[in-house]
């Protein structure tokens, strides 16, 4: 399960009247369609594709959304989170941990 990064832009928007679910969901299908129509054009944006999990993400959050499209914006998060994963650069999939105990092999073999 995805880790939800409540410090994102997308959580901390402060609305008088409560969050209109509706403006995010049209947002984000509109971000959708934008990727569909541009990856054609000049290949997957990873921003993009970061951008529509994030949105989908904080829709499956909100308490007021229907049970069926808040379960449906998670499944989708999950999907758009895989598609982020695979058109990241294989150095970048690394994490900090990993990288480090690369180096500490590399120190090893050749002591």
């Known amino acids: 399960m995805a880790i939800i990064d409540r410090t994102d832009p997308i959580f901390l928007t402060n609305n008088q009247h409560g969050q ?3 403006l995010m969901l049209s947002a984000v299908l509109h971000l959708m369609s934008h990727y569909t129509a541009s990856a054609g054009e000049s ?6 594709a970061s951008v529509i999990e994030r949105h989908l993400k904080a829709l499956a959050s909100l308490p007021e959304l229907a049970p069926v499209l808040s379960a449906t914006c ?3 998060s999950e999907q758009w989170a895989g598609v982020v994963e695979r058109a990241m650069p294989v150095q970048e999939k690394h ?13 090893e073999q050749a002591a």
């Open 95 to 107: 994490n900090f941990l990993e990288r480090l105990m690369a180096r500490s092999r590399s120190g």
């Open 74 to 76: 998670q499944q989708l």
């Open 43 to 48: 290949g997957a944006c990873l921003k993009l």
């Open 20 to 22: 209109r679910p509706e």
